[in-house]
């Protein structure tokens, strides 16, 4: 008789529970396999790759022969500080650098996820936000030349976010996070107060910044009414081989990523579009800090939050798409194998926007 018992088939609901357990852990032994090999592509790759890589490297070098006197960010110092009690050396440093930027993916997720809703699951969303960050060269970006900024990148967007849904504790949490690795981060949650307002004033303010930029007025105002910060912006990093000025090419860039989900949003179900489109929101105020200031020598990097943020966005798109086989788990977790390909190829010959 056992042995009968033993051969009957399982009931179909804990048949279901079981495959749903199986691939949560396959998903996630697969996020945690994509993670290593992340993390020891950018914390072996030499001093030369990335243009800042070789002066982290000797920040962090230095940090035991002297006192710290720097004037770089407190977070970002204890951070380097601890690690380099810890011993973990150069390589070290930039591995548990580049982890910790993971660890800010995933905290963007985990509270974009929340505030999209039920609708798929969360290691599947994840793997579906790493995969398009991994063939986004912004992420490169952030990876191996603007290490801090991109490290306080994706806090912003969460920060933002939790002003969006008037959650304050969870605003100052993140917001003094992300300034504390990176100072641009206070500029970013200046223009939060815009996020109060509707889509369409949201537009109108936005479409009045970029009019102001393209036409080269808004360096024109804040050289005339605050002369301090226009020296600042443009003394910042100045150098003979990247040009200042007004760069029309990064913003009509950046706006295409603002119009790309509304154009795809009849792909995406309808109990979704609505949180979709408020999240564009969070992306549009993100921008404004570009179209104030972004004459000066990199000013790129004022719109890398913003850049890093459209791949959770789509990954939205994407996860909540009414065409199923598009967010299928198995052809979504291909795609992420195939992005750590684009994502070595990138990083190992310094592909950046």
Avoid at 18 to 28: I, S
Avoid at 49 to 62: K, L, N, P, R
Avoid at 228 to 247: D, F, I, K, P, Q
């Amino acid at each position: 008789m056992s042995g009968r018992a033993d051969s009957l088939p399982l009931p179909p609901r804990r048949h279901h529970a079981v495959n749903t357990a199986a691939a949560a852990v396959l998903g996630f032994l697969l996020l945690a396999a994509v993670a290593v090999f992340a993390c020891w592509l950018v914390g072996t790759r030499g001093p030369d790759v990335g243009t800042d890589t070789h002066t982290y490297a000797g920040f962090f070098e230095g940090l035991g022969r002297s006192s710290i006197e720097t004037r770089l960010e407190p977070g970002f110092t204890y951070l380097s500080y601890a690690l380099w009690k810890l011993g973990v050396g150069v390589v070290g440093y930039q591995t548990a650098l580049f982890a910790t930027m993971l660890a800010t993916v995933v905290v963007a997720t985990r509270r974009y996820h929340a505030f999209l809703g039920e609708g798929t699951g969360y290691l599947t969303f994840l793997g579906t936000a790493l995969m398009l960050l991994f063939v986004s060269p912004m992420f490169v970006n952030a990876t191996i030349n603007a290490v801090r900024q991109g490290l306080a990148a994706l806090l912003v967007f969460t920060a933002l976010l939790s002003f969006r849904e008037r959650r304050w504790w969870s605003f100052a949490t993140y917001g003094l996070l992300a300034s504390s690795l990176h100072m641009s981060s206070l500029l970013y949650l200046a223009f939060a107060p815009l996020l109060l307002f509707g889509v369409r004033m949201q537009r109108l303010v936005a479409a009045a910044a970029f009019a102001l930029y393209v036409t080269g007025l808004s360096m024109v105002l804040v050289r005339g009414f605050v002369p301090t910060l226009y020296e600042l912006v443009m003394s910042y990093t100045a150098n003979s081989y990247y040009r200042s000025g007004v760069r029309t090419d990064f913003a009509v860039f950046s706006i295409f990523w603002y119009a790309l989900p509304y154009m795809l949003m009849p792909l995406v179900r309808g109990e979704f579009r609505e949180k979709i489109r408020e999240s564009t929101g969070v992306y549009l105020v993100m921008l404004l800090p570009f179209f104030a200031i972004g004459w000066g020598f990199f000013s790129n990097r004022y719109l890398l939050p913003g850049w890093l943020a459209v791949s959770l966005i789509l990954a939205a798109v994407v996860c909540h798409s009414r065409l199923r086989m598009l967010r299928h788990p198995l052809l979504l977790r291909i795609g992420l194998l195939a992005s750590c390909a684009v994502f070595y190829f990138y990083v190992t010959h310094e592909i950046v926007i």
